[in-house]
Each structure stands twice: as structure tokens, then as C-alpha cells.
């Protein structure tokens, strides 16, 4: 009996032995689980770590992006109008420079005594600017080229001896034709004494 009891003593302890490895292996095994799915939430919590610090960067990259396009725009936009006010600057300083131009033109025509040429200048000044100046020169030319005409007229009237036409004639010569008013006036005074002396 004894050897069965031994023997049953040692099948008891072996299954002892089984059961506590297998306890063992089991708890083993949980850790082994647990510390695999510790791991696996690490990883995970690593990789979503990851995952945001990359959305995070890429929203950072994307707003540095859209302040990048939006400088560039503001630059542009900003070039573009300078662009069109240098443009504009240049035109009026065009515009500006050939109505001095024209006017200085007329104004030598017209103390040379060259007054279609000087009219001509003015109106091609009009066309640059309009300024009533100029439209008050074009009017004393022509009233210039009136007197020059009325003093050539009286010289004629003078030669041919009627005198009283002369001096009336003479008289329309205007004081701002400074060439001829001075000189009718002696015609006149001239005219009356060939009157007085009929």
C-alpha cells in the first residue's frame, strides 16, 4: 500500500506542480497580455501623439501658407498700384510739360508779331489742358492782329489823303499793341495838322 499511496502522493503532487505552472503560466500570460496592451495603448497613444502634433504642424504650416499668399497678394496688389499711379504721374508730367511748351511757343510767335503761328500754339496747348488763360491770350492775339490790321488800313486812308477816315481808323489801334498805339498817335496828331492846314 504503501507504494500506491506513494504513488498517489506523487500524481497529487505533480497535478499540484501543473496547476501551479499553469496558475503561473495564466498569470504570467495576463501579464504578458496586460503589459502587450499597455504597450499597444503607449503605441497608440504615441502614434496619436504623433498624428496631432502632425495636424497641429500642418494647421501651423497651412496658416503660415495663407499669411505666406496672403503677403504675397497685399505685395502685389500694392506694386499694381503704384504701377498705375507712376503711370499716371508720368502722363500728367507729359501733359504738364507740353502745355508749358505750347504756351512758351505762342507767347514767342506772338511778341515777334507771328500771330496765326501763335494761335496755332495756344490751341494746341488747349488740347493738353484747358485754362482760360490760354482762351484770353487766343482772344488778345486776335485783337492784336485786329489793330495791326486797322493801323495798315489808316496808313493806306493817310496816303490817300482822307484824313478824317485816318484818324478815326488810327483811333481803333489798342493801346496793349505796343508796336503800333505809340506810332498812331503821332499819325493822328500828323492827320489833324493836314486837317487844320486845309
Known sequence: M???????????????????????SNTSNRDAILKDTHKRKKRKSKSNLKKSKAKRSSLKNSSKKKKSNLKFVLYTVLFLILLVISAFLTYYYNLSKNYKKFIIEGNQHSNVEEYSQAVKS?????????DKEVYIKIEKVKKLVESKNYYS??????????YKEAINTFKKVIISDKARYYHAQNEI??????????
Open 189 to 198: 496828331e500828323e492827320c489833324k495838322r493836314f486837317l487844320e492846314s486845309r
Open 153 to 162: 488800313l489808316a496808313i493806306k486812308l493817310k496816303n490817300k489823303e482822307k
Open 2 to 24: 504503501n507504494t500506491s499511496a506513494n504513488n498517489k502522493v506523487k500524481t497529487i503532487k505533480k497535478n499540484s506542480r501543473t496547476v501551479k505552472k499553469r496558475r503561473n
Open 122 to 130: 495756344y490751341k494746341k496747348a488747349l488740347d493738353y489742358k484747358v
